[in-house]
């Protein structure tokens, strides 16, 4: 693969590894971080929307040369089955801030606050609810250029979706063209049978990647078979998104949402770089198609 060629596949990395809020400091340090460890777009949290400065951002991204997605987990207060008007409200926020940045996507646990569960797999009335609120929001995100992504979670932080399959199923439901599969390597690595099968069976409807190891520390270096999962996305083509995720416990909130009792990023100028180049070494085994975002 030509050095051009691999410079078309774009990656991102997420912005929990500088920071755990979006300050005007802490947006010029996650996209300047991204910026000088090579990457092409941040992908940013808005859990609080209400935190990001939509004409800040667009000007740090500009200044930097970098493009954003958006990606989010629902606060507690707004756990899409026990308060689908709350969490309907947060979404269209979300959505309004998305398209504010010129981010495509919004994605992520985007019907579910991590760690809620019921002790009880998901009802069918759960499943409904889900799906209904999350249609209203796709045809509103439609009219603004935004593609919503259903991420499979692990059963030990949400009971809702826990694999590929049941986000395809998710997405059957919603039955909206704007809203595809996220596939974290994190989660399905605890409930997929091996990483290349969910790749193959979402096909074309997988719209979202992040890159995560086991350990949550630096690709490559834990228990992730990235080889099937690179191996597999080169068979379908794959096009959209990768991005590095990690999150560093920056905050109390942060530390109780991911389970962080230690840091997996350390230095993230580093974990960064390191990502990055990792990233390169699979693109040159495993060639990927010119990113279509």
């Known amino acids: 693969m030509s050095a051009a060629a691999t410079a078309r596949v774009k990656l991102g990395a997420h912005a929990l590894i500088w920071a755990s809020g979006w300050s005007a400091a802490e947006a010029e340090r996650v996209i300047s971080g991204a910026a000088d460890a090579g990457y092409d777009f941040v992908e940013i949290a808005l859990s609080h929307p209400e935190q990001v400065d939509v004409a800040v951002t667009r000007a740090l991204l500009a200044d930097h040369g970098l493009g954003c997605t958006t990606g989010l ?17 947060h979404l269209n926020r979300s959505v309004d801030v998305a398209a504010g940045l010129g981010s495509p996507y919004l994605t992520g646990g985007i019907y579910t606050h991590l760690g809620a569960r019921t002790g009880n797999p998901p009802t069918e009335e759960e499943l409904q609810t889900v799906a209904a609120v999350l249609k209203r929001v796709a045809k509103r995100a439609a009219d603004m250029g935004v ?3 259903v991420e499979n ?9 826990n694999t590929v399959q049941a986000a395809l199923e998710m997405i059957e439901r919603i039955d909206e063209p704007n809203v595809v599969a996220h596939l974290d390597t994190y989660h399905a690595n605890i409930e997929e ?3 290349g099968a969910p790749v193959l069976a979402a096909g074309s409807r997988l719209g979202y990647v992040h890159l995560s190891e086991s350990s949550r520390g630096v690709p490559g270096t834990a228990n992730v078979d990235f080889d099937a999962l690179f191996g597999a996305l080169a068979e379908v083509g794959y096009s959209a998104p990768l991005v590095v995720e990690s ?5 109390d909130e942060l530390t109780a949402m991911f389970a962080l009792w230690r840091d997996p990023v350390g230095d ?13 070494g699979m693109l040159a085994r495993y ?7």
Do not use: Q
């Open 147 to 149: 593609t919503l992504g």
């Open 73 to 89: 987990g629902l606060p507690a207060s707004c756990h899409l089955p026990f308060a689908p008007r709350r969490a309907e409200e």
């Open 268 to 280: 993230p100028a580093e974990f960064a770089k390191a990502s990055r180049a990792w990233f390169d």
């Open 193 to 195: 049978a091996g990483m």
């Open 153 to 161: 979670i692990n059963r030990y932080e949400t009971y809702l979706v």
């Open 247 to 251: 999150f560093a416990p920056l905050s």
């Open 287 to 293: 060639p990927l198609p010119g990113s279509a975002f």
